[in-house]
C-alpha cells in the first residue's frame, strides 16, 4: 500500500516538478540576454512539435499520462516550456570548434532526456504505440539537437531537411495519410 502510494505521488509530481527544474535551470543558466538570437530556433521547434502533434493524433507513437493532467496539456508544456528552456540552455553552450566535443554536448543533452525519458517508463507516465520504442526516442532526441544546430546556423537548409525527415518519419511507422484528409 506505502509502495502504490508512493508511486501515484511520484505519477503526480514528475511532470510538473520536471518543467519547474526546467525553468529554474533555464533562469539560471540560460542565455537570456540574447533570447532573440533563438527566437527564431524556438519557433521552428514548437511549430515542429505542433505539426507532428496534429499528424499524430489520431495515430500517437506515444502517450503521456498523468492522473490530472491530460495528453495534449503535457505535449503543451514540453513545446512551450522544455523547448524553449532547453534552446536557450544547448545552443550558447555548443562547443564551437571541437567535433569531439560537439559529439560529446549532443550526447550529454540526448543523456539528460533519456534519463527523463526513462523514469517516465518507469512511473509509467509514457507510453509507446505503432511501432515506437525508448531507442526510437533516443535516435529522435539526437536528430532533434543535430536539427537544432542545424536551423540556428542555416536555417533555409533546415526547414527542407525537416520535411524530409518528417516524410520519412510517415513512411516507416505507416502513418494512415487518408485518414488525414
Not at 525553468?23 to 543558466?29: A, F, N, S
Not at 512551450?80 to 545552443?91: D, E, G, K, N, Q
Not at 507510453?127 to 531507442?135: I, R
Given at each position: 500500500m506505502?509502495?502504490?502510494t508512493t508511486f501515484i505521488i511520484l505519477q503526480l509530481i514528475f511532470r510538473p516538478v520536471k518543467a519547474?527544474?526546467?525553468?529554474?535551470?533555464?533562469?539560471?543558466?540560460?542565455?537570456?540576454?540574447n533570447w532573440r538570437k533563438y527566437y527564431p530556433t524556438i519557433l521552428y521547434v514548437i511549430i515542429w512539435d505542433l505539426i507532428f502533434n496534429l499528424f499524430t493524433d489520431n495515430?500517437?507513437?506515444w502517450t503521456f499520462y498523468h492522473p490530472f493532467l491530460k495528453h495534449t496539456f503535457s505535449d503543451l508544456l514540453i513545446a512551450?516550456?522544455?523547448?524553449?528552456?532547453?534552446?536557450?540552455?544547448?545552443?550558447p553552450y555548443v562547443p564551437k570548434k571541437s567535433i569531439i566535443k560537439q559529439i560529446l554536448h549532443i550526447a550529454f543533452w540526448t543523456g539528460m532526456l533519456s534519463l527523463f525519458e526513462a523514469i517516465s517508463l518507469s512511473l509509467h507516465t509514457i507510453?509507446?504505440?505503432?511501432?515506437?520504442?525508448?531507442?526510437?526516442?533516443?535516435?529522435?532526441?539526437v536528430t532533434i539537437f543535430c536539427m537544432i544546430r542545424l536551423h540556428y546556423e542555416k536555417p533555409l537548409f533546415a526547414w527542407p531537411l525537416s520535411v524530409l525527415l518528417f516524410i520519412v518519419n510517415m513512411i516507416v511507422f505507416k502513418f494512415p495519410l487518408g485518414e488525414l484528409f
Open positions: 506505502v509502495y502504490m519547474i527544474l526546467y525553468i529554474l535551470v533555464c533562469l539560471k543558466w540560460g542565455d537570456w540576454r495515430y500517437p507513437l512551450f516550456v522544455s523547448f524553449p528552456c532547453a534552446i536557450l540552455l544547448y545552443l507510453s509507446y504505440h505503432n511501432g515506437w520504442n525508448y531507442w526510437w526516442s533516443v535516435a529522435a532526441d
